[in-house]
């Protein structure tokens, strides 16, 4: 089984920062790729980013592209969400996923739980 865990969600003012973090336990885990998506009230799940487990390339949707930066500590097997100049349109819960194939992010096989993420104006 493979466990995949956020933490690091809670309130933050427009403007701010903050650092979300998921970490991979349970059977030895080697990913392809991480990605992070996020799901606001009454809206369907969107992808916020996704990094590629091995050289580290990341990729963002146009959302976020310049405020939030993924990154990965491949030891720890834990991948970061980094987001910078918050806004209250990014409240949401947000998902890490993870997959050892390749394939896109939305059929990315193991999730985690989510954690609240809300900006307040």
């Known amino acids: 089984q493979v466990q995949l865990v956020e933490s690091g969600g809670g309130l933050v003012q427009a403007g701010g920062s903050q650092r979300l973090s998921c970490a991979v336990s349970?059977?030895?885990?080697?990913?392809?790729?991480m990605g992070w998506f996020r799901q606001a009230p009454g809206k369907e799940r969107e992808f916020v980013g996704g990094i590629i487990w091995s050289g580290g390339t990341t990729y963002y949707a146009n959302s976020v592209k310049g405020r939030f930066t993924i990154s990965r500590d491949k030891a720890k097997i834990t991948v970061y969400l980094q987001m910078n100049s918050l806004e209250p349109e990014d409240t949401a819960v947000y998902y890490c996923?993870?997959?050892?194939?390749?394939?896109?992010?939305?059929?990315?096989?193991?999730w985690g739980q989510g954690t609240q993420v809300t900006v307040s104006s």
């Open positions: 996923a993870a997959d050892e194939r390749v394939v896109r992010p939305r059929e990315y096989a193991y």
């Open positions: 349970g059977r030895t885990f080697r990913p392809y790729a």
